[in-house]
């Protein structure tokens, strides 16, 4: 058994503008006044133009501009941050969902994935596949009530030692490393695995857009959720607020339970 620390998190993708065709686009429609925040996230900027192009209300009406401006709109909110805080007062969440951020989830549990894939909505997964990849030496995170106790870790130790080398017997008795063909590996894999612990480490890969963080990160932050879920969606909301200020501006983290709250709950 390696025992592994808690979930490490690294932030692989985020969406990007095709910069000269906003600017073409807006060019086409008679070139408003748009100017969002200095710094502003690639991100942040697509989202605002998403709540920009439903009102029509890059800048305030200009008759000379009517394809680009709307009589119903006198003022527009110009800070960007103010503009997408009112969007989350609205709850006009569904701009948000135009920005997707992926990360990969490494040294996490089979207990982890499967509660993270329950999220469906905004969200895209692809995990480690152990009908594929062969478990020989097991990964395995031990939960803080288990580090603290010294008889129940070793109880976990050797429960998790005893059934790596479960691992290790199966591929004996099944001769697995000289067998040629791939589709008999599998077969005997995945049966392997049916041994293995749900604690065991692994990877995944998530894409969620903004709308769909912002739920799994209240929901999986709370207080009521599994500690190890806790761990990684709080490492994801630490990421995400750096990255998205404006669309994270309502999350704070709470200190004392470490949930992470939204003024704006499910936008
Ligand atoms: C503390 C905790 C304990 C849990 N315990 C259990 C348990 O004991 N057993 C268990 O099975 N699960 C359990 N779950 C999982 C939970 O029931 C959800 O499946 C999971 O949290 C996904 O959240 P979601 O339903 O909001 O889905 P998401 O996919 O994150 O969807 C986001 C939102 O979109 C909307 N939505 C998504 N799909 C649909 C749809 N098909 N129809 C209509 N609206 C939709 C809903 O408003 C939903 O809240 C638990 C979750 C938590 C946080």
Not at 100 to 121: D, G, K, M, Q, Y
Not at 154 to 173: G, M, R, S
Request: with cysteine; aromatic share 8%.
């Amino acid at each position: 058994m390696r025992e592994i620390s808690a979930p490490d998190v690294y932030l692989i993708a985020k969406t990007s503008l095709v910069d000269e065709n906003i600017k073409a686009f807006l060019k086409d429609i008679g070139s408003p006044e748009w100017t969002p925040d200095k710094d502003l996230s690639d991100g942040e900027k697509l989202i605002e133009a998403a709540g920009r192009i439903c009102y029509r209300s890059w800048q305030g009406y200009d008759p000379d501009k009517p394809q680009g401006t709307n009589p119903n709109v006198e003022r527009v909110r110009s800070s960007s941050k103010e503009y997408i805080g009112n969007i989350l007062a609205h709850e006009h969440g569904s701009v948000l969902e135009h920005t997707s951020v992926t990360f990969i989830c490494r040294n996490v549990s089979r207990v982890v994935t499967h509660e993270l894939v329950r999220h469906r909505a905004g969200m895209a997964y692809s995990q480690e596949s152990l009908r594929y990849v062969r478990l020989d030496n097991l990964d395995f995170w031990l939960p803080e009530a288990v580090q603290g106790n010294n008889v129940a870790k070793k109880k976990f130790q050797d429960v998790v030692d005893f059934l790596e080398n479960v691992q290790k017997d199966l591929a004996k008795i099944f001769d697995i490393d000289n067998l040629k063909d791939f589709a008999s590996k599998k077969k005997l894999t995945s049966m392997f695995r049916r041994l293995a612990p749900i604690g065991l480490g692994t990877s995944i890969m998530v894409t969620g857009n903004l709308r769909a963080w912002r739920h799994v990160i209240a929901m999986r932050t709370s207080g009521g959720a599994e500690e190890e879920i806790r761990l990684l969606t709080g490492k994801i909301a630490v990421i995400l607020k750096k990255e998205y200020p404006a669309v994270f501006q309502d999350m704070s983290k709470n200190e004392d339970t470490g949930e992470w709250v939204f003024t704006h709950k499910k936008v």
